[in-house]
């Protein structure tokens, strides 16, 4: 079974990642995995943080000679920013006076909730640990799952859809969202050029008004073959898997699976994707005339791609502070600011594509098994075969 957890504290030392149950012989790409951190770093309303940090996968076990050995992966990623945090946010004890209080907790954030909860007196450790600067970790292990993924014909890949009031119209299809990943500069990561300025624009409103904003990506997975996931229990259904997993991301307040949302308002004949046949199509000549259901029906994969977007809010560090009280006094104050991003929705959608990734090969592993990438491709490819000969 495919299992991850992460640690670190967003100024601390290092954050690490642990991955445990993929098989043994798969070829790890150092750079692959490199440009995937790198692509989570880039987009337009990013803040200074991500000028000191340079993230690099440093894998300390579980892949050896280029491979995975089937054992746990550990990645660790250091903090550039930590020198400049080793007296506020020491391991040991420290000198409290240097310790950097936050001293009014921020409406939307974890401040207030994690500080009652834990039982801090201020909000320090909390934005610590429920800062996104922790999806560096799920992106580079979601990188490995990518690997893996790609072994057995599967891709994932994401594209913004809106900033703020600015939207794409159509459905983006898949070629232009490869283009996009080929980018060397990333702007919204938009596939649509009158859109993307728009959504500049929206960026730029926030910048210049002391706000900030939110907006819409999609993840794509192309390739996945029908039976991935199943009816059969509440737990493994894929759209409640995906569903938690880009929930799971920071910002992220609702998550779509295909047309979810217009589906609710619209006739059934509006919504469900007629079926046709056409031998030597797709998997096993199974046709639609669209794919409003996200390539998921019944909690299975369809043999469609995979569409999920992720609604994400609106950073809540805003350089022109929403009211809030101060922990010490309990008198009215302006919420703490700290140095921000002011809109995130590319790098969301990155974060995304690895919960994706990580979601989709953990229920390819559970159908096809294999201790070795070899059995695993044989089982795969046995299954495929019989897809064919259906
Ligand atoms: C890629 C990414 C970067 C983020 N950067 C910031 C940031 O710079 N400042 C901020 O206040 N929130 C940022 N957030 C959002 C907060 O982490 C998030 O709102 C907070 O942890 C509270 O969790 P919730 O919004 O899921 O309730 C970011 C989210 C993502 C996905």
Known sequence: MLRYFTAGESHGEALV???SGMPAGLKVNQAFVDREL????????????????????HILSGVRHGCTIGS???????????????????VEPGDPAKHKRVASPRPGHADLAGALKYNFPEARYV??????????????????????????GIEVLSHVVAVGGAAVEKEVAWPAIAELYQREEVLLNCADASAETRM???VDHALHTGDSVGGVFEVVAHGVPPGLGTYAQWDERLDALLAAAVMSLQAVKAVEIGSGVAAATS?????HDEIGYEKASGFN???RTRNKAGGIEGGVSNGEEIRVRGYLKPISTLRRPLQSVDFASREPVKAAYER??????????????????LTLARCALEKFGGDSMGETQRNCQGYLRQLREY
């Open 340 to 357: 921000s991003d002011v809109c995130v929705v590319p790098a969301a959608g990155v974060a995304a594509e690895a919960m994706v990734a």
């Open 285 to 287: 000549g199974f046709t």
């Open 200 to 202: 500049k624009e929206e």
């Open 17 to 19: 990642a642990f991955l």
């Open 38 to 57: 790198w692509r989570r770093q880039q987009g337009y309303g990013r803040g200074g943080r991500m000028k000191i940090e340079r993230d690099r996968a």
């Open 267 to 271: 006739p059934g004949s509006a919504v």
């Open 127 to 152: 934005l610590e640990r429920a800062s996104a600067r922790e999806t560096a970790a799920r992106v580079a292990i979601g990188a490995l799952a990518k690997l893996l993924l790609r072994e057995l």
């Open 72 to 90: 746990p992966i550990a990645v660790l990623l250091e903090n550039k920013d930590w020198t400049n945090w080793t007296e506020a946010l020491p």
